[in-house]
């Protein structure tokens, strides 16, 4: 028995989100970015530290 795909609901569908480096509507291709030029942009970011999750404060009597 073959599997159905999403079905439309005849809902609308909500708007795209603008890319979070430039504000531009999100390609689907690089979603959520507008292009591949913004996605490394938000890469290059992280890897240069720029973005930082928050952790815990580490205790240095904890690392022994």
């Keep these: ?3 159905d795909g999403p079905k439309d609901t005849g809902a ?3 708007p795209p989100k ?3 480096v430039c504000g531009k509507p999100a390609d689907p291709a690089t979603l959520p970015f507008c292009s591949k030029r913004c996605r490394d942009v938000d890469l290059n970011r992280w890897l240069s530290g ?6 815990r404060p580490t205790d240095p009597e904890d690392a022994e």
């Design 18 to 20: 603008p890319c979070p």
């Design 1 to 3: 028995m073959p599997v």
């Design 12 to 14: 609308p569908k909500p």
């Design 50 to 55: 720029r973005y930082v999750i928050p952790g």
